[in-house]
C-alpha cells in the first residue's frame, strides 16, 4: 500500500523539487525514505505514516519568505495536506504525517521533547543522510547554495554551541561539523540510528581533520 502512495505522490514531489541545488532533492527524499524504513523494520512505528512523511518532510526547504527568512516546517503543513488530498488517507493518517513533517527538526538536544515513534524514527533518517560521505557533499552543495564560506579561521571551532534550525545560517560550512553534524550520532534516538550513524561520524571526522591540515599548510 504505500508504494502505491508513493507513486501517485512522486509526480508532485518532484516538480516541487526539480530545481534543488542545496542537497534537499528527490535523491535526499527517498534515501531518507529508505532509511526510515529500515529503522522501522527494528524499531516499530507505522510504515505507511513514516514512509509518507519522509517523502514529504523537506518541503520547507524550497520555500521562500517574503522577509527572507528560514521557513520552519510547520509552515508547510498547508501544502502538505495539498499534495496528500490526491492520495486515498483518512484524516488520522494525514493528521500523523503532519505531525511528523512539523516536528522533526525539534531536536530533544536542543531542549524540545518529541516522544512520536514515527517522528523519532523520521529524524534519525534524515539526520542519517546528514552525515557521512553524502552528509559531506550535501553540506557543501547547501552552504554554497546559500553562499556561505567554507571557512572563517578566524571564528573558534567551539563544539560547545548547539545549532538551532530557526537560527538560520552557520558561519561557515566547517563550523556546521563541530556545532550540529559532529553531535547527530550521539543523538539519534534509536539504537538501530546509532550504530549506523557511528561510522558516517567516524568518516566526517576523518574528512574535517584533513580538510584543517591543508587549510593550514600541513603537507
Known amino acids: 500500500m504505500l508504494e502505491k502512495y508513493i507513486e501517485e505522490l512522486k509526480p508532485y514531489v518532484i516538480e516541487l523539487f526539480k530545481d534543488d541545488s542545496s542537497g534537499h532533492d528527490i535523491g535526499h527524499l527517498v534515501r531518507t525514505m529508505n532509511a526510515a524504513l529500515y529503522i522501522q523494520e527494528k524499531e516499530g512505528g507505522d510504515r505507511l505514516i513514516i514512509g509518507i512523511a519522509s517523502f514529504l518532510h523537506d518541503i520547507h526547504r524550497i520555500m521562500k519568505s517574503e522577509d527572507n527568512r528560514v521557513i520552519l516546517p510547520v509552515e508547510t503543513i498547508p501544502k502538505v495536506k495539498e499534495i496528500l488530498s490526491h492520495v486515498d488517507l483518512n484524516e488520522e493518517q494525514v493528521n500523523e504525517i503532519c505531525y511528523c513533517i512539523e516536528h522533526h527538526e ?39 547554495a546559500h553562499k556561505l564560506p567554507l571557512y572563517d579561521d578566524s571564528i573558534p571551532l567551539d563544539d560547545s554551541s548547539t545549532f538551532k534550525e530557526e537560527n538560520g ?28 550513524a557511528d561510522k558516517r561520524v567516524e568518516f566526517m571526522k576523518n574528512f574535517v581533520n584533513e580538510f584543517l591540515d591543508e587549510w593550514n599548510g600541513k603537507c
Open 169 to 196: 545560517y552557520d558561519q561557515s560550512t566547517i563550523h556546521h561539523f563541530y556545532h550540529k553534524l559532529f553531535k547527530l550520532g550521539d543523538n539519534m534516538n534509536t539504537k538501530t540510528a546509532k550504530d549506523l
Open 106 to 144: 525539534d531536536y530533544n538536544w536542543n531542549g524540545n521533547n518529541v516522544d512520536d515513534i514515527n517522528a523519532l524514527i523520521l529524524q534519525d533518517a534524515d539526520n542519517l543522510d546528514a552525515i557521512g560521505a553524502i552528509g559531506i557533499v550535501r553540506t557543501f552543495a547547501f552552504t554554497g
